[in-house]
Protein backbone atom coordinates (compact mmCIF):
# COMPACT_ATOMS: atom_id res chain seq x y z
CA UNK A 1 0.00 0.00 0.00
CA UNK A 2 1.64 3.07 -1.00
CA UNK A 3 2.22 6.60 1.17
CA UNK A 4 -0.45 8.26 -0.51
CA UNK A 5 -2.62 5.85 0.00
CA UNK A 6 -2.78 5.60 3.37
CA UNK A 7 -2.65 9.24 3.57
CA UNK A 8 -5.84 9.29 1.68
CA UNK A 9 -7.29 7.00 4.01
CA UNK A 10 -6.14 8.75 7.11
CA UNK A 11 -7.68 11.92 5.99
CA UNK A 12 -11.06 10.31 5.14
CA UNK A 13 -10.98 9.12 8.74
CA UNK A 14 -9.79 12.50 10.09
CA UNK A 15 -12.79 14.29 8.42
CA UNK A 16 -14.66 11.65 10.65
CA UNK A 17 -13.15 12.10 13.96
CA UNK A 18 -13.38 15.33 13.27
CA UNK A 19 -17.48 15.55 12.57
CA UNK A 20 -17.73 13.53 15.59
CA UNK A 21 -15.28 15.52 17.83
CA UNK A 22 -16.68 18.87 16.94
CA UNK A 23 -20.22 17.34 17.91
CA UNK A 24 -19.12 15.78 21.24
CA UNK A 25 -17.82 19.59 22.32
CA UNK A 26 -20.57 21.40 21.70
CA UNK A 27 -22.78 19.24 24.17
CA UNK A 28 -27.75 16.39 0.06
CA UNK A 29 -28.25 16.27 -3.17
CA UNK A 30 -29.93 14.19 -6.11
CA UNK A 31 -29.08 10.68 -7.10
CA UNK A 32 -30.56 7.46 -7.69
CA UNK A 33 -33.75 6.04 -6.05
CA UNK A 34 -35.24 3.35 -5.54
CA UNK A 35 -37.52 3.51 -8.71
CA UNK A 36 -34.07 3.63 -10.95
CA UNK A 37 -32.03 1.11 -11.81
CA UNK A 38 -29.31 2.62 -10.20
CA UNK A 39 -26.38 2.29 -12.35
CA UNK A 40 -26.71 -0.29 -15.75
CA UNK A 41 -23.47 -0.77 -17.35
CA UNK A 42 -21.38 -1.68 -20.87
CA UNK A 43 -20.16 -4.71 -21.72
CA UNK A 44 -17.02 -6.43 -20.64
CA UNK A 45 -13.47 -5.82 -22.48
CA UNK A 46 -10.35 -7.78 -22.51
CA UNK A 47 -8.25 -7.77 -19.28
CA UNK A 48 -5.89 -6.62 -21.59
CA UNK A 49 -7.56 -3.54 -22.77
CA UNK A 50 -9.19 -0.60 -21.19
CA UNK A 51 -12.73 -0.64 -20.69
CA UNK A 52 -15.96 1.91 -21.75
CA UNK A 53 -14.00 4.39 -19.37
CA UNK A 54 -10.68 3.92 -19.87
CA UNK A 55 -9.80 1.93 -16.56
CA UNK A 56 -7.70 -0.69 -16.88
CA UNK A 57 -8.86 -4.31 -15.25
CA UNK A 58 -6.08 -5.09 -12.97
CA UNK A 59 -6.70 -9.31 -11.60
CA UNK A 60 -3.98 -8.96 -9.28
CA UNK A 61 -5.22 -6.09 -7.39
CA UNK A 62 -9.10 -7.40 -7.75
CA UNK A 63 -7.78 -10.64 -5.81
CA UNK A 64 -6.38 -7.85 -3.46
CA UNK A 65 -9.61 -6.75 -3.18
CA UNK A 66 -11.72 -9.93 -3.12
CA UNK A 67 -9.61 -11.02 0.00
CA UNK A 68 -9.54 -8.05 1.72
CA UNK A 69 -13.30 -7.95 1.73
CA UNK A 70 -13.23 -11.66 2.90
CA UNK A 71 -10.83 -11.09 5.84
CA UNK A 72 -13.44 -8.24 6.47
CA UNK A 73 -16.01 -10.63 7.01
CA UNK A 74 -14.43 -13.15 8.85
CA UNK A 75 -13.49 -10.53 11.18
CA UNK A 76 -16.74 -8.80 12.01
CA UNK A 77 -18.84 -12.23 11.40
CA UNK A 78 -16.13 -13.79 14.10
CA UNK A 79 -17.22 -11.10 16.27
CA UNK A 80 -20.60 -11.14 16.17
CA UNK A 81 -20.65 -14.58 17.13
CA UNK A 82 -18.04 -13.27 20.20
CA UNK A 83 -21.25 -11.14 21.25
CA UNK A 84 -24.07 -13.42 20.70
CA UNK A 85 -22.38 -15.89 22.86
CA UNK A 86 -21.86 -12.86 25.32
CA UNK A 87 -25.69 -12.24 24.96
CA UNK A 88 -26.89 -15.62 26.16
CA UNK A 89 -24.11 -15.66 28.80
CA UNK A 90 -26.05 -12.64 30.24
CA UNK A 91 -29.11 -14.09 29.82
CA UNK A 92 -28.20 -17.05 31.37
CA UNK A 93 -26.60 -15.16 34.20
CA UNK A 94 -29.86 -13.27 34.50
CA UNK A 95 -31.78 -16.61 34.93
CA UNK A 96 -30.07 -17.99 37.74
CA UNK A 97 -30.58 -14.47 39.39
CA UNK A 98 -33.40 -12.49 38.33
CA UNK A 99 -32.15 -8.68 39.07
CA UNK A 100 -32.31 -5.43 37.70
CA UNK A 101 -29.00 -5.19 37.50
CA UNK A 102 -28.81 -8.47 35.96
CA UNK A 103 -31.38 -7.44 33.69
CA UNK A 104 -29.63 -4.40 32.80
CA UNK A 105 -26.36 -6.16 32.09
CA UNK A 106 -28.48 -8.62 29.32
CA UNK A 107 -29.78 -5.11 27.77
CA UNK A 108 -26.22 -3.90 27.32
CA UNK A 109 -25.12 -7.10 25.97
CA UNK A 110 -27.73 -7.24 23.46
CA UNK A 111 -26.76 -3.43 22.56
CA UNK A 112 -23.23 -4.65 22.43
CA UNK A 113 -24.00 -7.32 20.24
CA UNK A 114 -25.39 -5.54 17.72
CA UNK A 115 -22.24 -3.43 17.07
CA UNK A 116 -20.11 -6.10 15.14
CA UNK A 117 -23.47 -7.27 13.83
CA UNK A 118 -24.61 -3.92 12.37
CA UNK A 119 -21.43 -3.63 10.33
CA UNK A 120 -21.71 -6.61 8.70
CA UNK A 121 -24.78 -6.00 6.64
CA UNK A 122 -22.82 -4.78 3.94
CA UNK A 123 -22.44 -8.67 3.03
CA UNK A 124 -25.63 -8.51 2.41
CA UNK A 125 -27.61 -8.50 -1.25
CA UNK A 126 -24.92 -10.95 -3.17
CA UNK A 127 -25.75 -14.56 -2.45
CA UNK A 128 -23.18 -14.57 0.29
CA UNK A 129 -23.26 -17.23 3.34
CA UNK A 130 -25.62 -14.69 5.21
CA UNK A 131 -28.26 -15.26 2.15
CA UNK A 132 -27.50 -17.49 0.49
CA UNK A 133 -26.25 -21.69 1.80
CA UNK A 134 -24.79 -22.19 -2.07
CA UNK A 135 -23.76 -19.35 -3.47
CA UNK A 136 -27.16 -19.80 -5.84
CA UNK A 137 -30.69 -19.88 -3.74
CA UNK A 138 -31.96 -17.26 -1.64
CA UNK A 139 -32.03 -19.81 1.18
CA UNK A 140 -29.23 -18.02 3.84
CA UNK A 141 -30.33 -17.56 7.48
CA UNK A 142 -30.16 -13.91 7.82
CA UNK A 143 -34.52 -13.39 7.93
CA UNK A 144 -33.74 -15.75 11.07
CA UNK A 145 -30.75 -13.56 12.16
CA UNK A 146 -32.31 -9.83 11.68
CA UNK A 147 -36.00 -9.69 10.41
CA UNK A 148 -38.30 -7.00 11.20
CA UNK A 149 -40.71 -5.81 12.32
CA UNK A 150 -40.94 -8.04 14.28
CA UNK A 151 -44.26 -9.93 15.40
CA UNK A 152 -44.32 -8.98 19.01
CA UNK A 153 -48.36 -9.47 19.80
CA UNK A 154 -47.39 -13.05 18.60
CA UNK A 155 -44.92 -13.68 21.37
CA UNK A 156 -45.89 -11.87 24.42
CA UNK A 157 -48.26 -9.43 25.46
CA UNK A 158 -48.84 -5.87 23.87
CA UNK A 159 -50.34 -2.48 24.19
CA UNK A 160 -52.26 -1.04 21.68
CA UNK A 161 -52.86 2.72 20.70
CA UNK A 162 -52.20 5.97 18.55
CA UNK A 163 -48.90 4.21 17.40
CA UNK A 164 -49.52 0.86 18.21
CA UNK A 165 -52.76 -0.05 16.50
CA UNK A 166 -53.90 -3.56 15.19
CA UNK A 167 -52.60 -2.83 11.43
CA UNK A 168 -49.03 -2.68 13.05
CA UNK A 169 -49.03 -5.09 15.67
CA UNK A 170 -51.07 -7.50 14.27
CA UNK A 171 -50.66 -10.65 12.71
CA UNK A 172 -52.67 -12.07 9.80
CA UNK A 173 -50.93 -15.79 9.35
CA UNK A 174 -48.51 -17.53 11.44
CA UNK A 175 -47.35 -21.19 11.50
CA UNK A 176 -46.57 -21.18 15.60
CA UNK A 177 -49.60 -23.50 16.40
CA UNK A 178 -50.62 -20.98 19.02
CA UNK A 179 -54.23 -19.83 19.00
CA UNK A 180 -53.80 -15.82 18.18
CA UNK A 181 -55.10 -13.59 19.02
CA UNK A 182 -56.89 -14.95 22.19
CA UNK A 183 -52.67 -16.40 22.67
CA UNK A 184 -49.68 -15.81 22.37
CA UNK A 185 -46.82 -17.93 22.51
CA UNK A 186 -46.06 -16.76 25.87
CA UNK A 187 -49.61 -17.60 27.86
CA UNK A 188 -49.94 -20.52 25.52
CA UNK A 189 -48.91 -24.17 25.88
CA UNK A 190 -46.77 -24.43 22.72
CA UNK A 191 -43.82 -26.50 23.07
CA UNK A 192 -41.00 -23.51 23.45
CA UNK A 193 -38.21 -24.87 20.98
CA UNK A 194 -36.16 -24.55 18.21
CA UNK A 195 -38.43 -25.83 15.71
CA UNK A 196 -41.03 -23.45 16.78
CA UNK A 197 -38.69 -20.73 16.73
CA UNK A 198 -37.92 -21.75 13.23
CA UNK A 199 -42.06 -20.80 12.17
CA UNK A 200 -40.27 -17.47 11.53
CA UNK A 201 -41.32 -15.04 8.76
CA UNK A 202 -43.26 -17.51 6.81
CA UNK A 203 -46.66 -14.99 6.40
CA UNK A 204 -46.79 -13.50 3.15
CA UNK A 205 -46.42 -10.09 4.94
CA UNK A 206 -43.98 -11.27 7.32
CA UNK A 207 -45.42 -9.75 10.06
CA UNK A 208 -45.15 -13.07 12.43
CA UNK A 209 -41.28 -12.77 12.79
CA UNK A 210 -40.99 -14.55 16.07
CA UNK A 211 -36.56 -15.06 15.79
CA UNK A 212 -32.76 -13.22 15.90
CA UNK A 213 -31.57 -10.01 17.72
CA UNK A 214 -35.51 -8.03 17.56
CA UNK A 215 -36.96 -11.07 19.57
CA UNK A 216 -34.57 -10.97 22.02
CA UNK A 217 -34.43 -6.81 22.12
CA UNK A 218 -38.33 -7.29 22.99
CA UNK A 219 -38.18 -9.41 25.61
CA UNK A 220 -35.77 -7.42 27.44
CA UNK A 221 -37.42 -4.02 26.62
CA UNK A 222 -40.96 -5.08 26.17
CA UNK A 223 -42.53 -1.99 24.21
CA UNK A 224 -41.74 1.75 24.05
CA UNK A 225 -44.36 2.78 25.24
CA UNK A 226 -45.02 6.36 27.20
CA UNK A 227 -44.18 6.78 30.96
CA UNK A 228 -48.00 6.60 31.67
CA UNK A 229 -47.83 2.53 30.11
CA UNK A 230 -50.06 4.06 27.33
CA UNK A 231 -49.08 3.45 23.21
CA UNK A 232 -50.42 6.95 22.18
CA UNK A 233 -47.28 8.17 21.41
CA UNK A 234 -48.02 9.33 18.08
CA UNK A 235 -47.44 12.68 18.70
CA UNK A 236 -46.42 12.46 22.79
CA UNK A 237 -42.99 10.52 22.86
CA UNK A 238 -41.20 10.19 26.08
CA UNK A 239 -37.92 11.25 25.95
CA UNK A 240 -34.27 10.03 27.17
CA UNK A 241 -32.08 11.10 29.52
CA UNK A 242 -28.93 11.69 27.85
CA UNK A 243 -26.05 9.52 28.34
CA UNK A 244 -28.20 6.72 29.79
CA UNK A 245 -28.56 4.34 26.91
CA UNK A 246 -31.01 2.38 28.96
CA UNK A 247 -33.36 5.06 30.18
CA UNK A 248 -35.00 5.06 26.88
CA UNK A 249 -37.23 2.36 25.03
CA UNK A 250 -39.04 -0.11 26.66
CA UNK A 251 -39.41 -0.32 30.31
CA UNK A 252 -40.68 -3.93 30.62
CA UNK A 253 -40.67 -4.87 34.50
CA UNK A 254 -38.63 -7.02 36.02
CA UNK A 255 -41.94 -8.90 37.34
CA UNK A 256 -42.47 -10.39 33.96
CA UNK A 257 -39.49 -12.57 34.82
CA UNK A 258 -39.75 -12.25 38.38
CA UNK A 259 -43.82 -12.79 39.73
CA UNK A 260 -45.54 -12.94 36.92
CA UNK A 261 -47.16 -16.39 36.07
CA UNK A 262 -45.45 -16.59 32.33
CA UNK A 263 -42.40 -15.65 34.24
CA UNK A 264 -40.23 -19.28 33.35
CA UNK A 265 -41.53 -19.29 29.50
CA UNK A 266 -39.89 -15.89 29.04
CA UNK A 267 -37.00 -17.36 30.04
CA UNK A 268 -37.02 -20.35 27.68
CA UNK A 269 -38.19 -18.25 24.89
CA UNK A 270 -35.36 -15.90 25.31
CA UNK A 271 -32.80 -19.10 25.56
CA UNK A 272 -33.99 -21.25 22.83
CA UNK A 273 -33.74 -17.82 20.14
CA UNK A 274 -30.37 -16.38 21.97
CA UNK A 275 -29.48 -20.59 21.22
CA UNK A 276 -30.28 -20.27 17.67
CA UNK A 277 -28.78 -16.89 16.80
CA UNK A 278 -25.71 -18.32 17.85
CA UNK A 279 -25.88 -21.27 15.92
CA UNK A 280 -27.08 -19.46 12.24
CA UNK A 281 -24.14 -16.39 13.07
CA UNK A 282 -21.57 -19.28 13.40
CA UNK A 283 -23.13 -20.67 10.14
CA UNK A 284 -22.16 -17.57 8.44
CA UNK A 285 -19.18 -17.00 10.26
CA UNK A 286 -17.97 -20.31 8.61
CA UNK A 287 -18.77 -19.65 5.49
CA UNK A 288 -15.98 -16.95 5.29
CA UNK A 289 -12.95 -19.01 7.28
CA UNK A 290 -10.20 -19.66 5.06
CA UNK A 291 -11.07 -23.22 2.76
CA UNK A 292 -14.43 -23.03 2.92
CA UNK A 293 -16.47 -23.62 -0.04
CA UNK A 294 -17.97 -20.09 0.01
CA UNK A 295 -14.66 -18.02 0.46
CA UNK A 296 -12.97 -20.18 -1.65
CA UNK A 297 -15.27 -19.71 -5.01
CA UNK A 298 -15.77 -16.06 -4.16
CA UNK A 299 -11.68 -15.37 -3.76
CA UNK A 300 -10.94 -17.42 -6.73
CA UNK A 301 -11.11 -15.37 -10.35
CA UNK A 302 -8.69 -16.77 -13.68
CA UNK A 303 -9.94 -14.11 -16.04
CA UNK A 304 -11.97 -10.29 -16.31
CA UNK A 305 -15.20 -11.89 -16.22
CA UNK A 306 -14.59 -13.43 -13.20
CA UNK A 307 -12.85 -10.63 -11.75
CA UNK A 308 -15.82 -7.97 -12.72
CA UNK A 309 -18.69 -10.59 -11.14
CA UNK A 310 -16.97 -10.63 -8.15
CA UNK A 311 -16.29 -7.08 -7.35
CA UNK A 312 -20.17 -6.33 -8.71
CA UNK A 313 -20.98 -8.27 -6.04
CA UNK A 314 -19.10 -6.10 -3.71
CA UNK A 315 -20.49 -3.40 -5.22
CA UNK A 316 -24.02 -4.63 -4.98
CA UNK A 317 -23.71 -4.99 -1.65
CA UNK A 318 -22.69 -1.54 -0.95
CA UNK A 319 -25.02 0.38 -3.32
CA UNK A 320 -28.13 -1.11 -2.37
CA UNK A 321 -27.90 -1.57 1.48
CA UNK A 322 -26.87 2.06 1.16
CA UNK A 323 -30.18 3.23 -1.23
CA UNK A 324 -32.68 0.76 -0.60
CA UNK A 325 -32.27 -0.90 2.42
CA UNK A 326 -30.70 1.56 4.80
CA UNK A 327 -31.99 4.89 3.19
CA UNK A 328 -35.40 3.63 2.11
CA UNK A 329 -36.36 0.96 4.12
CA UNK A 330 -34.84 1.29 7.54
CA UNK A 331 -35.00 5.13 7.63
CA UNK A 332 -37.53 6.63 5.04
CA UNK A 333 -40.40 4.47 5.73
CA UNK A 334 -40.36 5.70 9.58
CA UNK A 335 -39.30 9.05 8.85
CA UNK A 336 -42.22 9.82 6.45
CA UNK A 337 -44.94 7.99 8.43
CA UNK A 338 -43.82 8.97 11.73
CA UNK A 339 -44.07 4.86 12.63
CA UNK A 340 -42.66 3.90 16.17
CA UNK A 341 -43.38 0.47 14.96
CA UNK A 342 -41.17 0.50 11.48
CA UNK A 343 -38.02 2.06 13.27
CA UNK A 344 -35.63 -1.05 13.09
CA UNK A 345 -34.64 -1.20 16.89
CA UNK A 346 -37.91 0.14 18.18
CA UNK A 347 -37.97 -1.12 21.23
CA UNK A 348 -34.96 -0.20 22.40
CA UNK A 349 -34.30 2.97 21.24
CA UNK A 350 -30.93 1.80 19.27
CA UNK A 351 -31.91 2.47 16.00
CA UNK A 352 -29.44 5.77 15.83
CA UNK A 353 -26.81 3.16 16.05
CA UNK A 354 -28.30 0.69 13.61
CA UNK A 355 -27.76 3.61 10.48
CA UNK A 356 -24.36 4.35 11.92
CA UNK A 357 -23.27 0.85 12.04
CA UNK A 358 -24.71 0.07 8.06
CA UNK A 359 -23.20 2.92 6.78
CA UNK A 360 -20.21 2.23 8.59
CA UNK A 361 -20.40 -1.17 7.01
CA UNK A 362 -19.99 0.43 3.61
CA UNK A 363 -16.87 2.12 4.07
CA UNK A 364 -14.63 -0.69 5.72
CA UNK A 365 -15.83 -2.28 2.24
CA UNK A 366 -14.44 0.58 0.24
CA UNK A 367 -11.47 1.24 2.45
CA UNK A 368 -10.97 -2.13 3.10
CA UNK A 369 -10.60 -1.86 6.74
CA UNK A 370 -12.13 -2.80 9.65
CA UNK A 371 -11.49 -1.01 13.16
CA UNK A 372 -13.34 -3.43 15.56
CA UNK A 373 -16.37 -2.65 17.28
CA UNK A 374 -17.80 -0.68 20.08
CA UNK A 375 -17.93 -2.82 23.26
CA UNK A 376 -18.15 -0.28 26.11
CA UNK A 377 -21.22 1.86 24.44
CA UNK A 378 -19.31 4.99 24.28
CA UNK A 379 -19.62 5.27 20.42
CA UNK A 380 -16.05 4.57 19.89
CA UNK A 381 -14.31 1.08 18.21
CA UNK A 382 -12.45 -0.07 20.93
CA UNK A 383 -12.23 -3.70 20.68
CA UNK A 384 -9.44 -4.46 18.31
CA UNK A 385 -8.28 -7.61 18.27
CA UNK A 386 -9.49 -8.58 14.60
CA UNK A 387 -8.49 -5.02 13.10
CA UNK A 388 -8.16 -5.11 9.14
CA UNK A 389 -6.38 -2.82 7.17
CA UNK A 390 -5.92 -3.79 3.78
CA UNK A 391 -6.53 -3.46 0.16
CA UNK A 392 -9.58 -1.85 -0.79
CA UNK A 393 -11.56 -0.43 -3.24
CA UNK A 394 -10.20 2.93 -3.02
CA UNK A 395 -6.64 1.36 -3.24
CA UNK A 396 -7.76 -0.26 -6.43
CA UNK A 397 -9.45 3.04 -7.91
CA UNK A 398 -6.38 4.98 -7.27
CA UNK A 399 -3.61 2.32 -8.67
CA UNK A 400 -6.07 2.56 -11.59
CA UNK A 401 -5.22 6.28 -11.36
CA UNK A 402 -8.88 6.96 -10.92
CA UNK A 403 -8.02 9.87 -8.41
CA UNK A 404 -11.04 11.90 -8.94
CA UNK A 405 -13.55 9.02 -8.39
CA UNK A 406 -12.00 8.12 -5.36
CA UNK A 407 -11.59 11.16 -3.87
CA UNK A 408 -15.75 11.97 -4.91
CA UNK A 409 -16.85 8.26 -3.11
CA UNK A 410 -14.53 8.96 -0.29
CA UNK A 411 -16.48 12.68 -0.07
CA UNK A 412 -19.89 11.23 -0.25
CA UNK A 413 -18.64 9.20 2.70
CA UNK A 414 -17.79 11.64 4.99
CA UNK A 415 -20.71 13.40 4.37
CA UNK A 416 -22.88 10.58 5.16
CA UNK A 417 -20.97 10.13 8.60
CA UNK A 418 -21.44 13.67 9.25
CA UNK A 419 -24.94 13.27 9.09
CA UNK A 420 -25.37 10.10 10.95
CA UNK A 421 -22.38 11.24 13.59
CA UNK A 422 -25.69 14.03 14.18
CA UNK A 423 -28.16 10.69 14.64
CA UNK A 424 -26.18 9.24 17.24
CA UNK A 425 -25.50 12.77 18.93
CA UNK A 426 -29.56 13.43 18.98
CA UNK A 427 -30.22 9.79 20.81
CA UNK A 428 -26.70 9.69 22.71
CA UNK A 429 -26.45 13.23 23.98
CA UNK A 430 -29.32 15.47 23.40
CA UNK A 431 -31.94 12.89 24.49
CA UNK A 432 -34.15 12.50 21.30
CA UNK A 433 -33.55 9.38 19.85
CA UNK A 434 -34.46 8.34 16.31
CA UNK A 435 -38.72 8.00 17.24
CA UNK A 436 -38.50 11.44 18.52
CA UNK A 437 -36.54 13.28 15.58
CA UNK A 438 -39.49 11.35 12.98
CA UNK A 439 -42.17 12.88 15.08
CA UNK A 440 -44.19 15.38 12.55
CA UNK A 441 -43.18 18.30 14.34
CA UNK A 442 -39.45 17.96 13.58
CA UNK A 443 -39.85 16.49 9.79
CA UNK A 444 -38.09 18.84 7.81
CA UNK A 445 -34.78 19.12 5.69
CA UNK A 446 -32.76 20.44 8.58
CA UNK A 447 -33.63 16.96 10.06
CA UNK A 448 -29.86 14.78 10.16
CA UNK A 449 -32.82 11.70 9.36
CA UNK A 450 -33.45 13.67 6.49
CA UNK A 451 -29.64 14.49 5.14
CA UNK A 452 -28.53 11.19 6.28
CA UNK A 453 -31.26 9.83 3.53
CA UNK A 454 -30.29 12.27 1.14
CA UNK A 455 -26.17 11.49 1.09
CA UNK A 456 -26.90 7.76 0.84
CA UNK A 457 -28.73 8.46 -1.91
CA UNK A 458 -25.72 10.43 -3.32
CA UNK A 459 -23.00 7.89 -2.01
CA UNK A 460 -25.09 4.95 -3.75
CA UNK A 461 -25.04 7.06 -6.93
CA UNK A 462 -21.09 6.95 -6.57
CA UNK A 463 -21.07 3.39 -6.24
CA UNK A 464 -23.16 3.08 -9.50
CA UNK A 465 -20.47 5.27 -11.40
CA UNK A 466 -17.92 3.23 -9.79
CA UNK A 467 -18.75 0.10 -11.16
CA UNK A 468 -20.07 1.54 -14.62
CA UNK A 469 -16.39 3.08 -14.82
CA UNK A 470 -15.34 -0.31 -13.76
CA UNK A 471 -18.02 -2.16 -16.39
CA UNK A 472 -18.53 -4.94 -14.33
CA UNK A 473 -21.88 -5.17 -16.25
CA UNK A 474 -24.68 -5.36 -13.67
CA UNK A 475 -26.34 -2.75 -11.79
CA UNK A 476 -25.16 -2.49 -8.12
CA UNK A 477 -28.02 -0.59 -6.97
CA UNK A 478 -31.16 -2.67 -6.73
CA UNK A 479 -34.32 -0.66 -7.27
CA UNK A 480 -36.68 -3.23 -6.85
CA UNK A 481 -35.15 -3.23 -2.92
CA UNK A 482 -37.41 -0.57 -1.91
CA UNK A 483 -40.39 1.39 -2.96
CA UNK A 484 -39.06 4.96 -1.59
CA UNK A 485 -37.93 8.00 -3.72
CA UNK A 486 -34.55 8.60 -1.30
CA UNK A 487 -34.13 11.80 -2.96
CA UNK A 488 -37.40 12.80 -1.30
CA UNK A 489 -36.99 11.71 2.04
CA UNK A 490 -40.35 13.25 3.04
CA UNK A 491 -42.43 11.12 0.83
CA UNK A 492 -44.37 8.21 1.61
CA UNK A 493 -43.31 4.81 0.39
CA UNK A 494 -46.25 3.41 -0.93
Known sequence: MTLFVDLHKSATRAVFGIALTSLLAACGGGGSSSSSDGGSSSSSSSSSSSSSSGAMLNIDNVRKVLNTNADIALAVYSDAVDTAVELQT???????????????????????????????????????????????????????????????????????????????????????????????????????????????????????????????????????????????????????????????????????????????????????????????????????VAGASYRSAFTTIENETEAKAKLAEILTGMGTLSEGELAGERMQIAFSSNSQEDEHSCFSDNTHRDVWLNAEGVSNSYYGDYTGYDSTLDGIDNTTDRAVNGYGLDDYLLDAGLTDLADSVAAALSTTATHYTEIDYSARVDGKPFDVLIMDENRNAANPIYKTIIALNAQSTLIAEVANTLDVGVAVVDGDASSCDTTQPGNSCD
Open 90 to 288: AIATFKAEATQDNLDAAKRAWLVAREPYGQSEVYRFRLSPIDSTDYQSEDGPEGDINAWPLGEALIDYVTTGTDFGDDQVGVSEHATGVNYPTENIINSSVTIDTSLIANTATAGDEHDVIAGYHAIEFMLWGQDLNNDGSANTESDRELSSGGNLLNSGGHRPLTDFTTDQYAARRFQYLEVVAEKLVADLTSVRDGW
